[in-house]
């Protein structure tokens, strides 16, 4: 069973806004996108380009400024290069108003 670390309350997140925590050692992107909750490596795997500078699209994709990859931010699947690695993701859970990320 994973332990889970607490990065904020539902009301910490706007909508759309891509944030950085430290979980368990690891840079970590967190959004909350259409009442749900993902959270993501910050780290593209194309070339480690922070992915809170970039942007969400209304395909629950994040797509990483620098070159444009594409990834799901469900599955972390790559969806469009030049990345080839798919994003290692992480589990959310949303206790009361805690937002917790699961440590890997």
């Known amino acids: 069973m994973a332990d889970y670390i607490r990065v904020g309350s539902v009301s910490d997140f ?3 806004i891509i944030y950085r925590y430290e979980v368990d050692g690891e ?3 967190v959004v909350s996108w259409r009442e749900r909750f993902y959270a993501f490596s910050d780290h593209c795997t ?10 969400i ?3 629950n994709e994040i797509v990483c400024m620098y070159h444009f990859a594409a990834f799901d931010m469900a ?3 790559v969806l469009d290069g030049p990345a080839m ?6 589990d959310v859970r ?4 805690d937002v917790l990320v699961a440590t890997n």
């Open 46 to 55: 194309h070339w480690g380009v922070s992915l809170t500078q970039g942007y």
């Open 57 to 59: 699209t209304g395909a």
């Open 27 to 29: 840079q970590v992107a």
């Open 14 to 16: 706007e909508d759309g």
């Open 85 to 90: 690695d798919d994003l290692p993701v992480y």
């Open 75 to 77: 599955s972390g699947a």
């Open 94 to 97: 949303v206790d009361g108003e």
